[in-house]
Every structure is written in structure tokens, then in C-alpha cells.
């Protein structure tokens, strides 16, 4: 029996790959976070375990010795990271590199989320993953440095690129940006959206088996685990208004200079997902099928 380590299996991702892994009997199936298990009936081992700290991840290690580490912990708000730049290096960098140093001393296949952040949005087409990084913002330079020291030191890894993940929360979580457009255009209130930044969004059910498939893959490297359609997070919003038939009219679309925000973000950052595609027969939901799936 496999045992996989999720590392940051309170967070949306996480615990998303927690429940779907443990499902697998082929699997035994341990989640790891900073705080305590938010499933009151867990059907799966949970060690409590702060990985900044690296004789607790040496002590986890010890403990599970896994054979798949799964790390989906990061500080992943690019205006806090702005504002809080040493604590964003030690969770999205420090942190990586003492789960790396562990995976080669206990022989495990690292599998490391990152992001389509790292790339500055001024491609005019789909990035692929041979494509140069260059990141607009500390958040994104932080996740391209943990790139960076996973390849540097793991002889045994995949790094995972996902873009605006979403689907239904489970309880104990937040929830993410459609999931905030819904109750906002179920409330009746409008929401400002922003027009001129294109994404392609990611199913979280997506992320899950596309990692999986990575899990026990031979091949090492950068792979962009993301949705097909490319669409502005405007688009996005639409979307969920028209197929929850809400009113969109609450919604208002907005260019990145009205919406003034503190930290610049990419205007272009679609990822292509051709590779995964030809390498481990990844195969995401279109846009709306996942819509529709997370609010059935």
C-alpha cells in the first residue's frame, strides 16, 4: 500500500486530494497542516505539523515515510504576500526546500503546486512550460524560487501549475471567486469584476486526478494542470450568472486600472495544457461543466 503524504490538506486543494486519495484503498492516505483536522469524522490519519519548522518536518518524515509527498501549503494572497515578504519566503520557499531535502533523504516523489503566477502576462498565447518566468509580484517570485529549489534538489518530482482553482467548498472551508459571485448575485448585491485579466480557470476535481496521474508518472518536471477555456475573470462571472440563471446584470465589469489594485497581477497568464495532455492523458472539464458540477 502507497502512503501519500497531502501537505496542506486544510486548504481547498488539499483537502480536495485528501478526500478523493483516501477514496483509493490502494492508498494510505495521511494529511498534514498547521492546524488541527477540520473534518469532525476523518477517514484518514492527520498529523498536526508546522513544516517552516524543519525538525518537525524531519520528525514527520520519520513518522510516515511516504512514498508520494503532495505539498499544497503556500501563503497564496499576493497582496498579503506584498506586505508580509518574510513570511511569504519562509512559507513558499524556506518551507519547499526542507520538504525537498526530506523527499531525497526518504525517497519520496514530490509533487509541488505552483502557479501561473510566475509568468509577467504579457505573452500573447498560451504559456507552456518551457516558457521563460518572469513574475510581476513577490508572490509569484517566492512560488518560482520553491520551483526552483524542487528541481535543484529532488531527483524524484513534479512541479504542478494551477490557475484560479474552483469548485464546491467542503465545510470548514472558504470558499473561492465563483463561489463569492454566487452568494453575492444570490443576495442580490452587485460585485465588481475584473475585465482585462485572462485566465484559464482550473476544476478543482481537475487538480486532484491530474495529480494523481502524477504521482506514480516516470518522468520529472514542470507539468500545467489547468482548464482548456481561456477567459477573463469577467467571463468567469458570467458564466455562473447565466448557468444559475441569476441576474448579470449585478455584475460590473471593470479594467485592472479601476480596480486600483495594491499588488499588480498578470493580464495574460493561460496556461497550456497540451503536455499533460500528451504525458499523463490529462483530460480537465470545459468551464462550464465544472460550474455546473460544483454548484449541483
Known amino acids: 500500500m502507497k502512503k501519500i503524504l497531502v501537505i496542506g490538506a486544510n486548504g481547498f486543494t488539499g483537502r480536495r486530494l485528501l478526500n478523493d486519495l483516501s477514496?483509493?484503498?490502494?492508498?494510505?492516505?495521511?494529511?498534514c497542516s498547521l492546524n488541527e483536522d477540520i473534518d469532525p469524522n476523518p477517514q484518514h490519519r492527520f498529523i498536526r505539523t508546522d513544516i517552516r519548522d524543519a525538525i518537525s518536518v524531519t520528525a514527520l518524515f520519520e513518522e510516515v515515510r511516504p512514498h508520494v509527498v503532495i505539498n499544497t501549503a503556500a501563503l497564496s494572497v499576493p497582496d498579503y504576500c506584498e506586505t508580509h515578504k518574510e513570511?511569504?519566503?519562509?512559507v513558499n520557499v524556506t518551507a519547499v526546500e526542507q520538504l525537498a531535502r526530506a523527499c531525497e533523504q526518504y525517497n519520496s516523489r514530490f509533487i509541488h503546486l505552483s502557479t501561473d503566477f510566475v509568468f509577467d502576462g504579457q505573452a500573447d498565447k498560451l504559456y507552456v512550460e518551457t516558457d521563460l518566468p518572469h513574475p510581476i509580484n513577490f508572490y509569484g517570485v517566492t512560488k518560482l524560487e520553491g520551483e526552483q529549489r524542487v528541481a535543484a534538489i529532488c531527483r524524484n518530482y513534479a512541479i504542478a501549475r494551477v490557475v484560479v482553482v474552483y469548485g464546491k467548498a467542503l465545510?470548514?472551508?472558504?470558499g473561492n471567486i465563483l463561489q463569492l459571485v454566487?452568494?453575492?448575485l444570490r443576495a442580490g448585491e452587485s460585485i465588481r469584476v475584473v475585465s482585462d485579466q485572462w485566465r484559464t480557470p482550473t476544476f478543482v476535481g481537475d487538480v486532484a486526478r491530474g495529480i494523481e496521474q502524477l504521482m506514480f508518472h516516470?518522468?520529472?518536471?514542470?507539468?500545467?494542470?489547468?482548464?482548456s477555456d481561456c477567459v477573463t475573470i469577467a467571463d468567469m462571472a458570467y458564466r455562473v450568472a447565466d448557468l444559475l440563471q441569476l441576474d448579470r446584470s449585478l455584475i460590473q465589469p471593470i479594467t485592472t486600472e479601476e480596480m486600483q489594485e495594491s499588488t499588480p497581477r498578470p493580464r495574460f497568464s493561460?496556461?497550456?495544457?497540451?503536455?499533460?495532455?500528451?504525458?499523463i492523458n490529462y483530460k480537465p472539464h470545459t468551464l462550464d461543466k465544472g460550474i455546473k458540477e460544483m454548484f449541483s
Open 182 to 184: 454566487a452568494n453575492k
Open 171 to 174: 465545510p470548514g472551508q472558504h
Open 23 to 31: 477514496a483509493n484503498k490502494a492508498y494510505n492516505v495521511i494529511g
Open 270 to 279: 493561460g496556461l497550456s495544457i497540451a503536455k499533460a495532455q500528451q504525458e
Open 87 to 90: 513570511e511569504a519566503h519562509v
Open 218 to 227: 516516470p518522468g520529472n518536471g514542470i507539468y500545467h494542470l489547468c482548464g
